[in-house]
């Protein structure tokens, strides 16, 4: 059974850095896109970092919002995205959540389903 794990949520100040652990359990085969999400109070869930290793490549995608302040990475022999950010500002509060789509099993076959963590809360204060 597929599990995503999300941690390093917390509280900072305006200006602070937090970094987000997602880690997906259950499988040993390779995942296409590991991509963060917010909900924000007041908004919908919205695209925070994206990761795609589709066709081998090594494709990073931010939200507009993002604009330079937040830095997605993976790493696939660990089922593992990280994301480091940098200069928060109290906009950024909310709870994230780590998506993971495009699982394949050890025998590399795509396994049913789009597993979602429970997520971790992200709060800044001015």
């Known amino acids: 059974q597929v599990q995503v794990v999300e941690s390093g949520g917390g509280s900072v100040q305006t200006g602070g850095s937090l970094t987000l652990f997602c880690t997906v359990f259950?499988?040993?085969?390779?995942?296409?896109?590991m991509v963060w999400y917010r909900q924000t109070p007041g908004k919908q869930r919205e695209l925070v970092a994206a990761?795609?290793?589709?066709?081998?490549?090594?494709?990073?995608d931010y939200g507009d919002f993002v604009k330079g302040r937040f830095t997605i990475s993976r790493d696939n022999g660990k089922n593992m995205v990280v994301l480091q950010m940098n200069s928060l500002k109290p906009e950024d509060t909310g709870v994230y959540y780590c998506?993971?789509?495009?699982?394949?099993?050890?025998?590399?076959?795509?396994?049913?389903?789009?597993?979602w963590g429970q997520g971790t809360q992200v709060t800044v204060s001015s």
């Open positions: 990761a795609t290793s589709r066709g081998g490549r090594g494709d990073v």
């Open positions: 259950g499988t040993t085969g390779s995942i296409d896109d």
């Open positions: 998506n993971a789509a495009g699982v394949r099993d050890y025998s590399g076959d795509y396994m049913m389903g789009d597993y």
